[in-house]
Protein backbone atom coordinates (compact mmCIF):
# COMPACT_ATOMS: atom_id res chain seq x y z
CA UNK A 1 0.00 0.00 0.00
CA UNK A 2 1.33 3.71 -0.51
CA UNK A 3 1.97 5.94 1.68
CA UNK A 4 -0.26 8.32 3.30
CA UNK A 5 0.00 11.95 3.37
CA UNK A 6 -0.65 12.61 7.10
CA UNK A 7 1.13 9.65 7.93
CA UNK A 8 2.39 11.48 11.39
CA UNK A 9 -1.52 11.80 12.47
CA UNK A 10 -2.41 8.33 11.11
CA UNK A 11 0.34 6.12 11.97
CA UNK A 12 -0.34 6.98 16.07
CA UNK A 13 -4.35 6.92 15.33
CA UNK A 14 -4.12 3.50 13.29
CA UNK A 15 -1.95 1.94 16.23
CA UNK A 16 -4.58 2.77 18.81
CA UNK A 17 -6.64 0.70 17.01
CA UNK A 18 -4.15 -1.69 16.74
CA UNK A 19 -3.97 -2.45 20.10
CA UNK A 20 -7.43 -3.72 19.88
CA UNK A 21 -8.60 -5.19 16.62
CA UNK A 22 -6.39 -6.05 13.19
CA UNK A 23 -7.01 -3.25 10.42
CA UNK A 24 -6.26 -3.81 6.95
CA UNK A 25 -4.82 -1.34 4.78
CA UNK A 26 -7.58 -1.24 2.88
CA UNK A 27 -9.70 -0.96 5.82
CA UNK A 28 -6.99 2.06 6.40
CA UNK A 29 -7.70 3.89 3.45
CA UNK A 30 -11.32 3.40 4.09
CA UNK A 31 -11.16 4.91 7.15
CA UNK A 32 -8.50 7.83 6.68
CA UNK A 33 -10.67 9.04 3.67
CA UNK A 34 -13.02 10.24 6.14
CA UNK A 35 -10.80 11.81 8.79
CA UNK A 36 -9.89 15.45 9.58
CA UNK A 37 -6.31 16.18 10.94
CA UNK A 38 -5.85 19.28 12.85
CA UNK A 39 -2.97 21.66 13.67
CA UNK A 40 -4.68 23.77 17.16
CA UNK A 41 -2.67 25.85 19.14
CA UNK A 42 -2.31 26.38 22.83
CA UNK A 43 -5.59 27.81 24.41
CA UNK A 44 -7.93 27.09 21.51
CA UNK A 45 -11.28 26.03 22.05
CA UNK A 46 -12.17 22.60 19.89
CA UNK A 47 -16.09 22.89 21.09
CA UNK A 48 -17.74 24.77 23.10
CA UNK A 49 -20.37 24.89 25.58
CA UNK A 50 -23.86 24.91 23.88
CA UNK A 51 -22.59 24.13 20.64
CA UNK A 52 -23.43 21.12 18.51
CA UNK A 53 -21.16 18.30 18.92
CA UNK A 54 -19.90 17.07 15.52
CA UNK A 55 -16.78 15.32 16.21
CA UNK A 56 -15.33 13.19 18.45
CA UNK A 57 -11.06 13.72 18.90
CA UNK A 58 -8.12 11.63 18.80
CA UNK A 59 -5.00 13.27 20.61
CA UNK A 60 -1.79 12.51 18.67
CA UNK A 61 0.21 15.34 20.52
CA UNK A 62 -0.46 17.99 23.35
CA UNK A 63 -3.26 17.92 25.87
CA UNK A 64 -6.69 18.82 26.18
CA UNK A 65 -9.18 19.72 28.78
CA UNK A 66 -12.85 19.31 29.29
CA UNK A 67 -14.94 22.03 31.91
CA UNK A 68 -17.97 22.89 32.28
CA UNK A 69 -19.18 26.68 33.66
CA UNK A 70 -22.56 26.08 35.42
CA UNK A 71 -24.78 29.34 36.21
CA UNK A 72 -22.88 30.82 38.84
CA UNK A 73 -19.85 31.00 36.57
CA UNK A 74 -18.17 28.35 38.80
CA UNK A 75 -15.89 26.15 36.42
CA UNK A 76 -15.47 21.99 36.62
CA UNK A 77 -13.35 20.30 34.79
CA UNK A 78 -14.50 17.33 33.76
CA UNK A 79 -11.83 15.15 32.50
CA UNK A 80 -8.32 15.97 30.38
CA UNK A 81 -6.86 13.92 27.63
CA UNK A 82 -3.17 13.51 26.60
CA UNK A 83 -1.27 11.56 24.16
CA UNK A 84 -3.20 8.33 22.15
CA UNK A 85 -6.74 9.17 24.07
CA UNK A 86 -10.15 10.49 22.94
CA UNK A 87 -11.79 12.92 23.81
CA UNK A 88 -15.38 14.73 23.04
CA UNK A 89 -18.56 15.58 25.02
CA UNK A 90 -19.92 12.04 24.78
CA UNK A 91 -23.60 12.72 25.14
CA UNK A 92 -23.70 15.45 22.75
CA UNK A 93 -21.94 13.74 20.06
CA UNK A 94 -23.96 10.39 21.13
CA UNK A 95 -27.59 12.11 20.86
CA UNK A 96 -26.37 14.74 18.43
CA UNK A 97 -27.22 17.34 21.34
CA UNK A 98 -25.58 20.26 22.41
CA UNK A 99 -22.31 20.22 24.50
CA UNK A 100 -22.36 20.18 28.40
CA UNK A 101 -18.49 20.89 28.25
CA UNK A 102 -15.86 23.27 26.26
CA UNK A 103 -12.40 21.44 25.26
CA UNK A 104 -9.56 23.37 25.10
CA UNK A 105 -6.09 22.77 23.99
CA UNK A 106 -3.85 23.01 27.10
CA UNK A 107 -0.71 23.24 24.75
CA UNK A 108 -0.25 23.15 20.91
CA UNK A 109 -1.78 19.86 19.71
CA UNK A 110 -2.65 17.39 16.88
CA UNK A 111 -6.10 16.06 16.66
CA UNK A 112 -7.81 13.79 14.64
CA UNK A 113 -11.36 14.73 13.97
CA UNK A 114 -13.63 11.92 13.06
CA UNK A 115 -17.53 13.16 12.48
CA UNK A 116 -20.62 11.93 14.09
CA UNK A 117 -22.01 11.12 10.34
CA UNK A 118 -18.59 8.98 9.36
CA UNK A 119 -18.45 7.19 12.68
CA UNK A 120 -22.35 5.78 12.18
CA UNK A 121 -21.12 4.99 8.47
CA UNK A 122 -18.22 3.58 9.01
CA UNK A 123 -19.76 1.27 11.77
CA UNK A 124 -21.89 -0.06 9.51
CA UNK A 125 -19.20 -0.50 7.04
CA UNK A 126 -16.95 -1.92 8.94
CA UNK A 127 -18.75 -3.84 11.97
CA UNK A 128 -15.19 -4.60 13.03
CA UNK A 129 -14.70 -1.51 14.53
CA UNK A 130 -17.95 -1.78 17.10
CA UNK A 131 -15.50 -4.21 18.53
CA UNK A 132 -13.04 -1.89 19.33
CA UNK A 133 -15.13 1.05 20.24
CA UNK A 134 -17.03 -1.02 22.38
CA UNK A 135 -13.54 -1.47 24.71
CA UNK A 136 -12.99 1.87 24.30
CA UNK A 137 -16.37 2.79 25.75
CA UNK A 138 -15.84 -0.24 28.49
CA UNK A 139 -12.58 1.17 29.64
CA UNK A 140 -14.01 4.98 29.53
CA UNK A 141 -16.67 3.83 31.79
CA UNK A 142 -14.68 1.85 34.37
CA UNK A 143 -12.22 5.07 34.25
CA UNK A 144 -15.42 7.78 34.92
CA UNK A 145 -16.91 4.77 37.90
CA UNK A 146 -13.67 4.43 39.31
CA UNK A 147 -12.73 8.32 39.40
CA UNK A 148 -16.34 8.55 41.12
CA UNK A 149 -15.51 6.04 43.50
CA UNK A 150 -12.38 7.88 44.50
CA UNK A 151 -14.59 11.22 44.19
CA UNK A 152 -17.02 9.97 47.16
CA UNK A 153 -14.49 7.73 49.16
CA UNK A 154 -11.66 9.81 49.22
CA UNK A 155 -10.37 13.01 50.89
CA UNK A 156 -8.66 15.64 48.68
CA UNK A 157 -4.73 15.13 49.55
CA UNK A 158 -5.72 10.93 48.78
CA UNK A 159 -6.86 12.03 45.27
CA UNK A 160 -4.37 14.30 44.62
CA UNK A 161 -1.87 12.11 45.12
CA UNK A 162 -3.64 9.50 43.25
CA UNK A 163 -3.89 11.51 40.32
CA UNK A 164 -0.14 12.65 40.76
CA UNK A 165 0.85 8.75 40.24
CA UNK A 166 -1.32 8.03 37.75
CA UNK A 167 -0.82 10.75 35.06
CA UNK A 168 2.29 12.73 35.82
CA UNK A 169 2.06 13.52 32.17
CA UNK A 170 -1.64 15.72 32.73
CA UNK A 171 0.07 17.09 35.93
CA UNK A 172 2.80 19.10 34.23
CA UNK A 173 0.62 20.59 31.53
CA UNK A 174 -2.56 21.80 33.88
CA UNK A 175 -2.44 24.82 35.99
CA UNK A 176 -3.00 25.15 39.46
CA UNK A 177 -6.47 26.23 38.98
CA UNK A 178 -7.50 23.63 36.41
CA UNK A 179 -6.02 20.55 38.71
CA UNK A 180 -8.04 22.41 41.50
CA UNK A 181 -11.60 22.45 39.63
CA UNK A 182 -11.04 18.69 38.42
CA UNK A 183 -10.50 17.35 42.39
CA UNK A 184 -13.53 19.35 42.94
CA UNK A 185 -12.12 22.27 45.13
CA UNK A 186 -10.59 25.98 45.55
CA UNK A 187 -7.01 26.36 44.27
CA UNK A 188 -6.44 27.69 48.04
CA UNK A 189 -7.66 24.39 49.04
CA UNK A 190 -5.87 22.54 47.02
CA UNK A 191 -2.89 24.65 47.69
CA UNK A 192 -2.84 23.86 51.38
CA UNK A 193 -3.12 20.19 50.74
CA UNK A 194 -0.05 20.11 49.07
CA UNK A 195 1.56 22.39 51.72
CA UNK A 196 0.87 19.65 54.25
CA UNK B 1 -38.95 -22.16 17.58
CA UNK B 2 -39.34 -23.97 20.76
CA UNK B 3 -40.18 -22.20 23.93
CA UNK B 4 -37.43 -21.28 26.57
CA UNK B 5 -37.54 -22.84 30.29
CA UNK B 6 -36.84 -19.48 31.82
CA UNK B 7 -38.89 -17.46 29.36
CA UNK B 8 -39.84 -15.12 32.06
CA UNK B 9 -36.29 -14.37 32.30
CA UNK B 10 -35.57 -14.88 28.49
CA UNK B 11 -38.01 -12.34 27.26
CA UNK B 12 -37.02 -8.85 28.81
CA UNK B 13 -33.61 -10.32 28.40
CA UNK B 14 -33.45 -10.72 25.03
CA UNK B 15 -35.87 -7.26 24.85
CA UNK B 16 -33.34 -5.41 26.30
CA UNK B 17 -30.78 -6.36 23.02
CA UNK B 18 -33.39 -6.30 20.70
CA UNK B 19 -33.37 -2.46 21.21
CA UNK B 20 -30.29 -1.90 19.71
CA UNK B 21 -29.23 -5.18 17.36
CA UNK B 22 -31.40 -7.87 15.83
CA UNK B 23 -31.19 -11.51 17.32
CA UNK B 24 -32.34 -14.81 15.39
CA UNK B 25 -33.53 -17.44 17.46
CA UNK B 26 -30.82 -19.84 16.64
CA UNK B 27 -28.57 -16.66 18.40
CA UNK B 28 -30.78 -16.32 21.44
CA UNK B 29 -30.79 -20.70 21.85
CA UNK B 30 -27.09 -20.22 21.91
CA UNK B 31 -26.97 -17.33 24.17
CA UNK B 32 -29.58 -18.58 26.55
CA UNK B 33 -28.04 -21.86 26.96
CA UNK B 34 -25.03 -19.57 28.54
CA UNK B 35 -27.00 -17.79 31.16
CA UNK B 36 -27.88 -18.53 34.33
CA UNK B 37 -31.18 -17.27 35.96
CA UNK B 38 -31.29 -16.38 39.56
CA UNK B 39 -34.25 -15.56 42.06
CA UNK B 40 -32.19 -13.54 44.48
CA UNK B 41 -34.08 -12.53 47.99
CA UNK B 42 -34.09 -8.88 49.45
CA UNK B 43 -30.87 -7.82 51.18
CA UNK B 44 -28.76 -10.37 49.63
CA UNK B 45 -25.16 -9.77 48.63
CA UNK B 46 -24.62 -10.97 45.22
CA UNK B 47 -21.06 -9.94 44.88
CA UNK B 48 -18.66 -8.74 47.57
CA UNK B 49 -15.73 -6.29 48.01
CA UNK B 50 -12.80 -7.72 47.57
CA UNK B 51 -13.43 -10.62 45.70
CA UNK B 52 -12.93 -12.22 42.40
CA UNK B 53 -15.87 -10.74 39.61
CA UNK B 54 -17.12 -13.41 37.30
CA UNK B 55 -20.86 -11.93 36.31
CA UNK B 56 -22.54 -9.26 34.64
CA UNK B 57 -25.54 -8.83 36.37
CA UNK B 58 -29.06 -8.32 33.75
CA UNK B 59 -32.05 -6.66 36.06
CA UNK B 60 -34.84 -8.26 35.20
CA UNK B 61 -36.72 -7.30 38.13
CA UNK B 62 -35.89 -5.56 41.76
CA UNK B 63 -33.17 -3.49 42.09
CA UNK B 64 -29.43 -3.67 43.45
CA UNK B 65 -27.13 -0.86 45.19
CA UNK B 66 -23.38 -1.40 44.38
CA UNK B 67 -21.13 0.11 47.64
CA UNK B 68 -17.82 0.94 48.63
CA UNK B 69 -16.20 0.49 52.17
CA UNK B 70 -13.18 2.77 52.68
CA UNK B 71 -10.60 1.55 55.10
CA UNK B 72 -12.35 4.08 57.67
CA UNK B 73 -15.32 2.05 57.54
CA UNK B 74 -17.22 5.00 55.29
CA UNK B 75 -19.78 3.43 53.13
CA UNK B 76 -20.11 5.24 49.79
CA UNK B 77 -23.04 4.05 46.69
CA UNK B 78 -21.53 3.98 43.29
CA UNK B 79 -24.54 3.27 41.44
CA UNK B 80 -28.40 1.42 41.58
CA UNK B 81 -29.56 -0.60 39.24
CA UNK B 82 -33.03 -1.15 38.80
CA UNK B 83 -35.36 -3.67 36.23
CA UNK B 84 -34.16 -3.50 32.70
CA UNK B 85 -30.56 -2.46 33.64
CA UNK B 86 -27.01 -3.62 33.63
CA UNK B 87 -24.71 -3.68 36.89
CA UNK B 88 -21.25 -5.24 37.80
CA UNK B 89 -17.90 -3.97 39.49
CA UNK B 90 -17.03 -3.28 35.77
CA UNK B 91 -12.92 -2.72 36.45
CA UNK B 92 -12.98 -6.40 38.17
CA UNK B 93 -15.13 -7.88 35.39
CA UNK B 94 -13.29 -6.38 32.34
CA UNK B 95 -9.48 -7.08 34.11
CA UNK B 96 -10.60 -10.04 36.13
CA UNK B 97 -9.87 -8.14 39.02
CA UNK B 98 -11.15 -7.48 42.21
CA UNK B 99 -14.21 -6.11 43.52
CA UNK B 100 -13.88 -2.79 44.90
CA UNK B 101 -17.93 -2.54 45.30
CA UNK B 102 -20.20 -4.63 47.30
CA UNK B 103 -23.59 -5.66 45.35
CA UNK B 104 -26.76 -6.37 47.18
CA UNK B 105 -30.32 -6.78 46.54
CA UNK B 106 -32.02 -4.13 48.05
CA UNK B 107 -35.82 -5.74 46.96
CA UNK B 108 -36.65 -9.43 45.84
CA UNK B 109 -34.88 -9.33 42.53
CA UNK B 110 -34.53 -11.39 39.32
CA UNK B 111 -31.65 -11.37 38.02
CA UNK B 112 -29.86 -13.00 34.35
CA UNK B 113 -26.13 -13.25 35.28
CA UNK B 114 -23.29 -13.54 32.38
CA UNK B 115 -20.38 -15.10 32.98
CA UNK B 116 -17.05 -13.26 32.18
CA UNK B 117 -15.46 -16.28 30.10
CA UNK B 118 -18.79 -16.88 28.73
CA UNK B 119 -19.23 -13.10 27.24
CA UNK B 120 -15.89 -13.33 25.74
CA UNK B 121 -16.28 -16.14 23.99
CA UNK B 122 -20.01 -15.30 23.12
CA UNK B 123 -18.22 -11.82 21.31
CA UNK B 124 -15.93 -13.87 19.54
CA UNK B 125 -18.60 -16.35 18.23
CA UNK B 126 -21.53 -13.63 17.60
CA UNK B 127 -19.23 -10.48 16.61
CA UNK B 128 -22.92 -8.67 16.17
CA UNK B 129 -22.91 -8.42 20.16
CA UNK B 130 -20.14 -6.55 19.87
CA UNK B 131 -22.27 -3.78 18.60
CA UNK B 132 -24.94 -4.07 21.86
CA UNK B 133 -22.35 -4.07 24.08
CA UNK B 134 -20.52 -0.53 22.34
CA UNK B 135 -23.60 0.74 22.60
CA UNK B 136 -24.43 -0.45 26.50
CA UNK B 137 -20.84 0.92 27.55
CA UNK B 138 -21.06 4.40 25.26
CA UNK B 139 -24.51 5.04 27.45
CA UNK B 140 -22.56 3.86 31.00
CA UNK B 141 -19.65 5.96 30.23
CA UNK B 142 -22.22 8.91 29.54
CA UNK B 143 -24.18 8.34 32.41
CA UNK B 144 -21.30 8.33 35.07
CA UNK B 145 -19.73 11.15 33.21
CA UNK B 146 -23.02 13.39 33.41
CA UNK B 147 -23.45 12.21 37.15
CA UNK B 148 -19.82 13.38 37.82
CA UNK B 149 -20.80 17.04 35.96
CA UNK B 150 -23.50 17.43 38.43
CA UNK B 151 -21.31 16.06 41.60
CA UNK B 152 -18.70 18.94 40.52
CA UNK B 153 -21.02 21.63 39.30
CA UNK B 154 -24.29 21.33 41.59
CA UNK B 155 -25.12 21.62 45.09
CA UNK B 156 -26.53 18.49 47.04
CA UNK B 157 -29.99 19.99 46.85
CA UNK B 158 -29.92 20.25 42.86
CA UNK B 159 -28.46 16.79 42.51
CA UNK B 160 -31.73 15.30 44.73
CA UNK B 161 -33.61 16.98 42.63
CA UNK B 162 -32.58 15.87 39.47
CA UNK B 163 -32.14 12.51 41.03
CA UNK B 164 -35.95 11.99 42.08
CA UNK B 165 -37.00 13.45 38.86
CA UNK B 166 -34.71 11.06 36.48
CA UNK B 167 -35.25 7.84 38.77
CA UNK B 168 -38.59 7.95 41.03
CA UNK B 169 -38.24 4.15 41.09
CA UNK B 170 -34.95 4.18 42.61
CA UNK B 171 -35.79 7.02 45.00
CA UNK B 172 -39.02 4.42 46.27
CA UNK B 173 -36.50 1.40 46.69
CA UNK B 174 -33.53 3.32 48.68
CA UNK B 175 -33.41 4.41 52.25
CA UNK B 176 -32.18 8.36 53.33
CA UNK B 177 -28.83 6.70 54.49
CA UNK B 178 -28.39 4.76 51.00
CA UNK B 179 -29.27 7.96 49.07
CA UNK B 180 -27.17 10.30 51.03
CA UNK B 181 -24.38 7.69 50.63
CA UNK B 182 -25.08 8.09 46.89
CA UNK B 183 -24.98 12.14 46.71
CA UNK B 184 -21.82 12.24 49.00
CA UNK B 185 -23.27 13.57 52.26
CA UNK B 186 -24.43 12.56 55.43
CA UNK B 187 -28.07 11.55 56.00
CA UNK B 188 -28.47 14.26 58.70
CA UNK B 189 -27.37 16.96 55.74
CA UNK B 190 -29.57 15.76 53.01
CA UNK B 191 -32.89 15.74 56.02
CA UNK B 192 -31.57 19.36 56.29
CA UNK B 193 -31.90 19.75 52.47
CA UNK B 194 -35.24 18.21 51.86
CA UNK B 195 -36.77 20.12 54.73
CA UNK B 196 -36.25 23.33 53.08
Redesign the interface.
Known amino acids: MGSYVNQEYFDPFFGNFEKHIPLSDVEKRIISENLKCMDVPKNTLVLSQGSKVNTIFYVVSGALRAY?L?EKG?E????FAIRDWWITD??GF?HQDLA??SLETLEDSKLVGLGYEVLESL?REL??L??F??IL??????R??????R????DVAKRYRAFVERYPNIVAAVSQKQMA?YL?VTPEFLSQVKNK
Not at 144 to 149: G, I, T
Not at 151 to 154: I, K
Request: charged share 20%; no cysteine; hydrophobic share 35%.
Open positions: HNKSTVMMNTQVLPRERFRFQRAYIEQSRLLQLSMSG
